[in-house]
């Protein structure tokens, strides 16, 4: 029955050429678009302050990448994982569509003279520093969910204390349930409730 099912949707020869094809345009894509980001970030940031301005294109077109890389082939100990990349996959290339836009924007100038708008300005900084701190806690996260989810399950002392008060918290709830069922009860079953 299995097997009838997966035959259904089995990809014939020319879905795998659509796929490879895919992707080999979403990868000119992200090209594309880390050019774009580079540009936008040298006028950015001046100076030879290249440090920053490869880390930056790394945190909008490079992440974009590993996430839909991670998402498409890496095997998840966790489905909440898989989700977050796959969030993060789609919140990274939006950033880098934004810087793009920007960055177009920033050479349509030198076609057509006139003034920047400040406030472009000021977005494209937003978007690098949105894009720096979303990423930065999303791999923390992400590491540390796996990773966590890839070890034995940890013992502390704290949890001998609530072990030990459990019990006497379930003898006073019991003793408390046997009292108010004698109390609801008229006389005759009290004494049975008593016998017992």
């Given at each position: 029955m299995q097997e009838e099912y997966q035959e259904e949707f089995r990809q014939t020869g020319g879905g795998k050429w659509i796929q490879i094809i895919g992707i080999i345009v979403y990868i000119m894509i992200i090209l594309a678009y880390a050019l774009q980001t580079l540009g936008l970030v040298s006028w950015l940031i001046p100076g030879d302050n290249w440090f920053m301005r490869?880390?930056?294109v790394f945190v909008c077109d490079g992440c974009a990448t590993l996430y839909a890389l991670a998402e498409m082939f890496y095997?998840?100990?966790l489905r909440a994982t898989k989700n977050l990349v796959f969030g993060m996959w789609v919140i990274t290339f939006v950033l880098s569509t934004i810087a793009t836009v920007i960055q177009m924007y920033m050479q349509s100038v030198n076609l057509i003279p006139h003034t920047i708008d400040t406030s472009v300005t000021t977005i494209a900084y937003g978007v690098?520093?949105?894009a720096f701190i979303v990423n930065i806690v999303a791999i923390t996260v992400i590491i540390r969910m796996e990773h966590a989810a890839g070890q034995p399950v940890q013992r502390y002392?704290?949890?001998m204390r609530v072990k030990k008060s459990l019990p006497q918290a379930r003898m006073q709830l019991q003793q408390t349930d046997s009292v108010a069922i004698a109390?609801?009860?008229p006389d005759t079953k009290v004494t049975e409730?008593?016998?017992?």
């Amino acid at each position: 029955m299995q097997e009838e099912y997966q035959e259904e949707f089995r990809q014939t020869g020319g879905g795998k050429w659509i796929q490879i094809i895919g992707i080999i345009v979403y990868i000119m894509i992200i090209l594309a678009y880390a050019l774009q980001t580079l540009g936008l970030v040298s006028w950015l940031i001046p100076g030879d302050n290249w440090f920053m301005r490869i880390i930056t294109v790394f945190v909008c077109d490079g992440c974009a990448t590993l996430y839909a890389l991670a998402e498409m082939f890496y095997r998840f100990k966790l489905r909440a994982t898989k989700n977050l990349v796959f969030g993060m996959w789609v919140i990274t290339f939006v950033l880098s569509t934004i810087a793009t836009v920007i960055q177009m924007y920033m050479q349509s100038v030198n076609l057509i003279p006139h003034t920047i708008d400040t406030s472009v300005t000021t977005i494209a900084y937003g978007v690098i520093i949105a894009a720096f701190i979303v990423n930065i806690v999303a791999i923390t996260v992400i590491i540390r969910m796996e990773h966590a989810a890839g070890q034995p399950v940890q013992r502390y002392l704290d949890d001998m204390r609530v072990k030990k008060s459990l019990p006497q918290a379930r003898m006073q709830l019991q003793q408390t349930d046997s009292v108010a069922i004698a109390v609801s009860t008229p006389d005759t079953k009290v004494t049975e409730v008593e016998k017992k």
